[in-house]
């Protein structure tokens, strides 16, 4: 399948994201061979750039597109998202907005538990097609690297059916789509908890892991749903069976989520709105990957904001993601989710792109988020001449191209 050659000519600004800034290059030209970046280089310093195509010229051998006035950036990666599922909750919604909180609603019997029921009576083609059309809304927001979450179905059958559209979406090469066991999303109705963790462990981790259906092991760690010692119990049952483990810490509540990260060697954890300061500090040491949710955090109106400054302050990488999900954050556009972390948690513009493109790659152990020589061609083009309009144009969606492996997704 060798692709066409594309040139990205003249483009204001190159956002490379390597280094440690963004690695800009002003005046630059971006050339792609067979789905790769081959250079980056300031437009007089370009190698042979592929002249425009002529009549006679075979179809499609080499694309030229003038960049003038715009910043190209690395496909955008969301390292957080529960992607596949059934219904959506828009009742749940406005009773928030009366005054209930998402305790009380997921007490209430409410919550992750209503789209479980949804989840498990759709068919697998239903659950597909809702969720292309999701992935489509997603590439139009320049993401062209996905992790994707079961954890609707609470049950081994429907989580294996989760994971096997997630990995019909990824055949649809829209995006990379990086799959998470998230059977630990709560505990289904009529179980025990301790009961439900040794399904998970004895039957469901090792049916996931035998089908290869997923790369991540993931758990909602909290004191009201899984606690630390259970977390631990389930991250380290995934390891076993080659799930790299990661984790929803200290989102509702202290629950010592961050401590359990660094303690099984998570990839990442994610929300991390009260974390302790010694499990951040175990974080920083073992290297793990705080995902910031700031979406969820407006959409659910939370009081609590990830203490960025201390994560700084510890060298803490930051990766920022949409938390795509019916229940309490439906943003899908990755722009908006890099405002809210700037707004909202005081990131840097800097460290807010960084958040959405290489770092959220670590998070999700992938060498993705950069553009350089050697690495697949996923790029955005947008229509902002300078970097700071991608995080204070507001609600404006600046993608012109989206662009996987050299093809485009969307334009
Ligand atoms: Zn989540």
């Known amino acids: 399948m060798p692709d066409n050659s594309l040139v990205l000519s003249n483009c204001s600004q190159v956002l490379t994201m390597t280094g440690d800034g963004l690695g800009m290059v002003e005046n630059a030209t971006v050339r792609v061979e067979d789905g790769r970046v081959v250079e980056v280089a300031p437009a007089a310093n370009a190698g042979t750039v592929p002249r425009s195509a002529q009549p006679g010229d075979s179809p499609s051998r080499s694309q030229e597109i003038d960049c003038r006035n715009c910043v190209v950036m690395p496909g955008l990666v969301d390292p957080h998202t529960h992607?596949?599922?059934?219904?959506?909750?828009?009742?749940?919604?406005?009773?928030?907005?009366?005054?209930?909180?998402y305790k009380e609603i997921a007490q209430a019997g409410g919550g992750i538990l209503s789209t479980v029921k949804a989840t498990r009576a759709a068919s697998e083609d239903e659950l597909?097609?809702?969720?292309?059309?999701?992935?489509?809304?997603?590439?139009?927001?320049?993401?062209?690297?996905?992790?994707?979450?079961?954890?609707?179905?609470?049950?081994?059958?429907?989580?294996?059916?989760?994971?096997?559209?997630?990995?019909?979406?990824?055949?649809?090469?829209?995006?990379?789509?990086?799959?998470?066991?998230?059977?630990a999303h709560s505990v289904p109705e009529g179980s025990d908890t301790s009961d439900y963790v040794r399904l998970l462990?004895?039957?469901?981790?090792?049916?996931?892991?035998?089908?290869?259906?997923?790369?991540?092991?993931?758990?909602?760690?909290?004191?009201?749903?899984?606690?630390?010692?259970?977390?631990?119990?389930?991250?380290?049952?995934g390891r076993k069976h080659g799930l790299v483990p990661t984790i929803h810490a200290d989102e509702i509540e202290p629950s010592g989520g961050a401590e359990v990260?660094?303690?099984?060697?998570?990839?990442?954890?994610?929300?991390?709105?009260?974390?302790?300061d010694a499990g951040l500090r175990a974080m920083a040491a073992s290297g793990v990957?705080?995902?910031?949710?700031?979406?969820?955090?407006f959409f659910l109106r939370e009081a609590h904001r990830s203490p960025v400054a201390r994560m700084r302050e510890l060298g803490i990488t930051m990766a920022v993601a949409t938390d795509f999900n019916p229940g309490s954050c439906t943003l899908l556009a990755q722009p908006l989710a890099a405002q809210f972390a700037c707004v909202y948690y005081g990131l840097t513009v800097v460290e807010a792109l960084r958040g959405i493109t290489v770092n959220a790659a670590r998070a999700l152990r992938l060498e993705a988020g950069t553009i350089e020589p050697g690495r697949w061609a996923d790029?955005?083009?947008?229509?902002?001449?300078?970097?700071?309009?991608?995080?204070?144009?507001?609600?404006?969606?600046?993608?012109?191209?989206?662009?996987?492996?050299?093809?485009?997704?969307?334009r």
Not at 153 to 182: I, N, Q
Not at 262 to 271: E, I, L, M, Q, Y
Not at 381 to 398: E, F, I, S
């Open 201 to 237: 462990t004895d039957e469901m981790i090792p049916a996931v892991a035998a089908a290869g259906l997923a790369k991540f092991c993931d758990v909602f760690c909290e004191n009201f749903v899984f606690n630390a010692a259970e977390s631990t119990r389930v991250l380290e049952a």
């Open 289 to 297: 990957v705080a995902v910031l949710l700031p979406g969820t955090c």
């Open 128 to 183: 597909f097609a809702s969720a292309l059309a999701r992935l489509q809304e997603m590439t139009a927001w320049g993401t062209t690297t996905v992790e994707v979450k079961s954890g609707y179905g609470l049950d081994t059958e429907t989580e294996l059916k989760l994971l096997r559209v997630a990995r019909r979406l990824d055949e649809e090469e829209l995006a990379t789509v990086v799959p998470t066991l998230l059977g």
């Open 261 to 276: 990260a660094a303690r099984v060697g998570a990839a990442s954890a994610s929300h991390l709105l009260q974390p302790s």
């Open 83 to 101: 992607l596949v599922f059934g219904g959506w909750r828009a009742e749940e919604f406005e009773m928030r907005l009366a005054g209930r909180t």
């Open 379 to 410: 790029l955005v083009v947008t229509d902002v001449p300078d970097y700071r309009h991608l995080v204070y144009r507001l609600g404006h969606n600046p993608v012109r191209f989206t662009i996987r492996r050299g093809r485009f997704t969307c």
